[in-house]
């Protein structure tokens, strides 16, 4: 069989071999082959295609598809949504993915419904075109926003949440700042109530650095405000009552809107009463009339007033009120000269802080009374015509001098209280509205004293004696040693000149030394009478026999001596200058005679001149 199989294979290629050649039109007509070859299919590959055709179908793209290179804002059309995507047509080589978290402010969202798209990736890893809805309504916001600031469009934005100074509008999709300031003419108080409400605004304002916007409500009311304004303003006139509304209050005043023009009451023309505070009288919002008492040139500030559109009440105070009448009142201020009492709404009179107390030692009004203190008084002046009126409060009791000659004559004792120190003295209280003085010197008998806070405090009990009584200037002169009686009578005779004492040199001082007797007596030693008998000086501390060779009863002053103990001849000499010093002291006293003849000779002096 193999070997017949062979036989016909040869058999076949031998048959082959005998056929004719096959011959090819290019090989048959060259020339005409050549002329008919299309050179632009042989090079490009493909077929010509007509140049009215390649028109036809320039159009057709133009019109049906998108260039994907371009960051251009195009209209699609949702073809399909599933769970997360919606699927968009917007005439491309392919459909582009758009998730449904960008259609959340759209829950209706809807195949067929044509949508603004941005071409966000031509491609993603799987091939996929992706769009953006969100950034293709930023851009076209934008466009929106920048227009409606140049040409002043009035736009809607939908008030979103409150922030510091202000609130979030969404307007075309974009979050704008909305200012505090700028949502209406008259201050807000409350910026929840304008959260999820929908406004009209003005942009002013675009800054495309930092892609913020700031929009107005306030802004597109100014503009009939300001038209209400002129037409306010051109008629106010002094003297006129508008009604108002309390558009704002401060410590010191009310600002009252007339209707787009706004004026202040100030706090001293709300009332005639005194006030602490406005909103006693007025609160927010609240509608009254008041009437204008000034404006300036331009009418810018205009000054109104509430209080006189009622009558005065000093006008209201009854005729039969007088001088010498008692009153109560209210106690509504306190200043440091006195008190002013409320004896009637809107009238008022001063206690000053003398008619307070008969005490001549002048304290603080606040010693007296209290804010709000209900106190009776005795009219001392009234004034209908100026409005003024003086009250007194010491004159409901009787006063303490009257009687003073035989409660507190002169060298009775009493005691005090220490109220007061001045630099000379220390004025004591007796009583209520009786003080005295004690000077310096009438403190004590022995102590040297520079300033009284050295010998008693403020509050102590003294006890004084009356040294003198002037009814009429109001004064009493008081001493406290007087109370005692004057250790330095006694010394003067046991401290006589020339009698000898044992004491102890306490001090060594300047030029001399010192020696302490007792508590009150301190003798002065000069240093040639500290000499000892054998020439040698005394130390401090040694004690020693020593004689006294001057005593002063007046100006307290002790000198005494250890070297004239047994030297005679100082001794004389000590005698003999005290002797000396008493008769200089004798002759230069003036006998009575002396003053006679002075005054004789005065007179005569005066009659020759007439």
Known sequence: MAENKNNA????????????????????????FLKEFNWHNYQEGIDEVEDSQLKEFEKLVSENFVDTLDDEVVEGTVIHITDRDAIIDINAKSEGVISLNEFRYNPDLKVGDKVEVLIDVREDATGQLVLSHRKARVIKAWDRVIKANETGEIVNGFVKCRTKGGMIVDVFGIEAFLPGSQIDVKPIRDYDVYVNKTMEFKVVKINHEFKNVVVSHKALIEADIEEQKKEIIGQLEKGQVLEGVVKNITSYGVFIDLGGVDGLVHITDLS???????NEIVELDQKLNVVILDFDENKSRIQLGLKQLSKHPWDALGETVAVGDKVKGKVVVIADYGAFIEVADGVEGLVHVSEMSWSTHLRSAND????????????????REDRKMSLGIKQLHPDPWTDITSKYPVGSKHTGIVRNFTNFGVFVELEEGIDGLIYISDLSWTKKIKHPSEFCNVGDKLDVVVLELDVEGRKLSLGHKQTTSNPWDKYETEFAVGTKHTAELTDVVDKGATIEFNEDIVAFVPSRHLEKEDGKQIKKGETAEFVIIEFNKEFKRVVASHTAIFKAEEMQNVKAAAKKAEAQAAEAKPTLGDANDALQALKDKMDGKK
Do not use: C, M
Not at 272 to 278: A, K, L, T, Y
């Open 9 to 32: 294979e040869v058999e076949a290629t031998e048959a082959k071999a005998t056929q004719a050649p096959v011959v090819s039109e290019a090989q048959a007509n060259p020339e005409k």
């Open 272 to 278: 005639w009463s005194r006030i602490n505070h406005p």
């Open 368 to 383: 007296f009374v209290n804010v709000g203190d209900e106190v009776e008084a005795v009219i001392l002046t009234l004034d």
